[in-house]
């Protein structure tokens, strides 16, 4: 199957906003490290995510304070809504994507509030008085990264947020949910969930797992939702945990996104398309990436997959920080466009070889890919 459409005739032809996402919206501190000495001495993970208080954040960051920092917006789906809403056109169209999410009510959320709209996103934060807007600390080292952060505001999300949010529904076509976001509102994904179902015909869920380490406390939350998406994104160390929450046994973290295709299909006993014109009609979809020397894969319907090898960027790599969101927000762009797996796989790709020759998670200047 052939690309139907350009990604440009397809947002002209949509009605906006036509995507949602729900995340912890973060205020990014980006530093590169001459050597690994902060990480050792706050134990900090390499190629990792953890979480830590506040006044730890506090210490390393007094630790940094002789070292350049670039500050971004941040959070995983609050970067997949940016560069999204850039690869559909940026500020010279309507926003595309709706983005929603706690901020506290400080200097700091306000910037950010800012600087997310600059790029033509459509807020929809919920404003706590007593919480501070979450912070990130992405801390680079070669190509490796270490992710330090303090969700604050972030982490509190209610059903009244969402009651108060007054999203508009109607021709919505995806929702997105970061696994971050499940951590503390699991009930306020359900509910959107269900109210989209109830307006929306064909509404696509979209669900990434986001981080290996909430599996330790949230395992059934996420296994929960990964039964209620459409689409599931993961990394291979985040799909290897669901594969084990799961009690799906397997030889090569390969098969993984083939067992979860599988399973799923089994457990909702529903029967999958066989052809690329209706691959979205399916509920077992899975995206799978393996980092930077091996390929990315998708998985729909009964087993069918395409595989697509990242994209070697002309530029030195500077940051792998957005690379996963990046992909996803490139996948999400040939879904809105109604392209076959392969080719929104590629173009996740290319998206990300472009986001990480930067430092941060930085909207390009240039328009699309």
């Known amino acids: ?19 949602v996402m729900f995340g912890n919206p973060l205020m990014d501190f980006v530093v590169t490290l001459e050597d690994e000495s ?8 390499m190629d990792g995510e953890i979480e830590i208080e506040e006044t730890k954040i506090s210490q390393i960051l007094a630790d940094l304070s002789l070292c350049e920092k670039r500050i971004t917006p941040g959070g995983c789906a609050q970067n997949t809504a940016r560069l999204l809403q850039w690869l559909c056109g940026g500020k010279r169209v309507s926003p595309v994507v709706i983005y929603c999410g706690g901020v506290g009510n400080d200097c700091r ?20 008085s007593t919480l501070p807007t979450g912070i990130c600390i992405s801390l680079i080292c070669g190509q490796s990264r270490s992710l330090v952060a303090n969700l604050g ?5 209610t059903l009244i947020d969402l009651k108060r949010s007054n999203l508009p529904l ?32 064909n509404i696509i869920v979209a669900f990434n797992l986001s981080g290996e380490y909430i599996f330790e406390k949230h395992q059934a939350a996420i296994c929960e939702m990964v039964g209620l998406a459409k689409i599931v994104f ?12 799961l009690n799906i046994q397997f030889e090569n973290v390969t098969d993984i996104p083939f067992l979860l295709n599988s399973s799923k299909r089994v457990a909702v006993s529903v029967a999958s398309a066989n052809i690329e014109d209706d691959w979205l009609t399916n509920n077992d979809i899975f995206v799978m990436t393996q980092g930077g020397s091996a390929p990315a894969i998708v998985v729909w319907g009964e087993g069918h997959s395409a595989q697509v090898h990242p994209k070697k960027p002309k530029e030195p790599i500077v940051d792998t920080t957005g690379a996963g969101d990046s ?33 941060g998670v930085d909207v390009p200047e240039s328009d699309g890919i």
């Not at 466009?337 to 986001?355: E, F, M, N, V």
Request: aromatic share 6%; charged share 20%.
């Open 153 to 157: 505001a972030a982490s509190v999300y």
């Open 1 to 19: 199957m052939v690309e139907k459409q350009t990604l440009a005739k397809a947002v002209h032809l949509l009605k906006t906003p036509a995507v």
């Open 170 to 201: 109607d021709g919505l076509k995806i929702i997105y949910i970061e696994g971050f976001f499940l951590t503390h509102s699991l009930d306020v994904a359900k509910e959107i969930i269900v109210l989209t179902q109830e307006k929306c015909k």
């Open 109 to 128: 959320g306000s910037s950010l509030d800012k600087l997310v709209k600059a790029d033509g996103i459509q807020t929809k934060y919920a404003i706590h």
């Open 327 to 359: 992909l996803v927000a490139g996948f999400l762009a040939g879904v809105l466009a109604q392209w076959d797996p392969k080719s929104c796989l590629k173009c996740g790709c290319r998206t990300a070889a472009k986001i990480i020759t930067k430092l």
């Open 234 to 245: 993961g990394n291979a160390r985040e799909m290897t945990a669901l594969a084990n929450a």
């Open 38 to 45: 902060i990480l050792e001495k706050y134990q900090l993970p």
